[in-house]
């Protein structure tokens, strides 16, 4: 099962960026899925995650300014970033809780990271 985070870039204080993460390989389903970030210096922290059925949670911090979605049909989660601000630079990892066949458990996987900057 690989995890492929792509999207990140330099965007302007104010801008918008869309991240796009798609799991593929031996994937029987998908059950949470969602993103991370790691500023420098600082401890990876939690942005966004949906549920399957499409129940969403986001940090305070990017509240009304980020927006997560996925399509179960292409095991892919996307960020919409609207708003950026200096603070939200960081490298972005996607997570996905998925288990590989019926009688295998969910196991949390991780992809590598795409960095965000947001200048001011």
């Known amino acids: 099962v690989q995890l492929q985070a792509y999207g990140g870039g330099l965007v302007q204080a104010g801008g918008s960026l869309r991240l796009p993460c798609a799991a593929s390989g031996s994937i029987w389903n998908i059950n949470a899925m969602g993103w991370y970030r790691q500023a420098p210096g600082k401890q990876r922290e939690l942005v966004a995650t949906?549920?399957?059925?499409?129940?969403?949670n986001y940090a305070d911090s990017v509240k009304g300014r980020f927006t997560i979605s996925r399509d179960n049909a292409k095991n892919t989660v996307y960020l919409q970033m609207n708003s950026a601000k200096p603070e939200d630079t960081a490298v972005y990892y996607c997570?996905?809780?998925?288990?590989?066949?019926?009688?295998?458990?969910?196991?949390?996987?991780w992809g590598r990271g795409t960095l965000v900057t947001v200048s001011s």
């Open positions: 997570n996905a809780h998925i288990a590989k066949n019926p009688g295998s458990p969910f196991i949390y996987y």
């Open positions: 949906s549920t399957y059925g499409g129940a969403t």
